[in-house]
């Protein structure tokens, strides 16, 4: 139950589309859900995060997508550049717990 | 502002040794977390220190423990090291808020342990 699955576990786009990975969870209890971003090397990097008070939340290019009837929840990241290569983790977090729960990672890469 | 260090880049060990990782959070952040990202397994949670005190552990053995220091820098310790604790592992760092409840994480470069 305190597991976020996610998909697909790699993912290849074409400059200027739109990116999108797909996370899944079950445990209701969880209320901060964020997304991060790692390069080969370093450590995540957070780059937007949610909560489900809101359906949806836009920062620039990314936007998350939030589900809550569906216990589902996205990142799309539009006009995808070059430098949008990496991997994103989706994660989760119980108020209180504060451990982040991790999805398995997506590997993204954009072809010019 | 400074980021999350942590120390040192990479690590070496044989197996049955024992490995000593630091990690410096971020000015004003209390909170300080450690996660384990084996090649195959994701992130995964190892330990919560806030104010000095561990606050939750993951599924981990006894021999991974770890603590925080008044400057509320951490050590994560790992005893009798075996080849699957080869590893990059991760310190974030975050702050208190009102209502007892915690800010983002902010993640440092990690450490690769690479136990032989």
């Known amino acids: 139950q305190q597991q976020v699955k996610q998909s697909p576990q790699s993912l290849i786009v074409q400059k200027g589309g739109i990116s999108i990975i797909n996370c899944a969870y079950e445990n209701t209890a969880f209320d901060y859900f964020p997304w991060y971003q790692q390069f080969p090397g370093k450590g995540p990097a957070l780059l937007i995060a949610i909560r489900p008070d809101v359906s949806e939340k836009k920062e620039g290019r990314f936007t998350i997508s939030f589900n809550k009837s569906a216990k589902q929840f996205s990142l799309h990241i539009m006009d995808s550049q070059p430098g949008d290569s990496a991997t994103y983790f989706c994660?989760?977090?119980?108020?209180?717990?504060?451990?982040?729960?991790f999805g398995t990672g997506t590997r993204l890469t954009i072809i010019p | 502002e400074a980021g999350v260090t942590q120390s040192p880049t990479h690590l070496i060990k044989t197996r049955g040794q024992q490995a000593t990782l630091r990690c410096s959070p971020i000015s004003g952040h209390t909170s300080v977390y450690w996660y384990q990202q084996a090649l195959g397994l994701g992130l995964q949670f190892l330990l919560w220190?806030?104010?000095?005190?561990?606050?939750n552990r993951g599924n981990f053995p006894p021999r991974f423990s770890g603590r925080q220091f008044p400057n509320y820098s951490s050590e994560l310790n790992v005893n009798a090291l075996e080849l699957e604790d080869s590893a990059l592992y991760l310190c974030?760092?975050?702050?208190?808020?009102?209502?007892?409840?915690?800010?983002?994480?902010?993640f440092g470069p990690g450490t690769r342990l690479t136990v032989l």
């Open positions: 994660a989760a977090s119980i108020p209180g717990n504060e451990k982040l729960t």
């Open positions: 974030a760092s975050s702050r208190r808020l009102a209502g007892d409840s915690t800010d983002t994480q902010y």
């Open positions: 220190y806030d104010e000095g005190e561990e606050r």
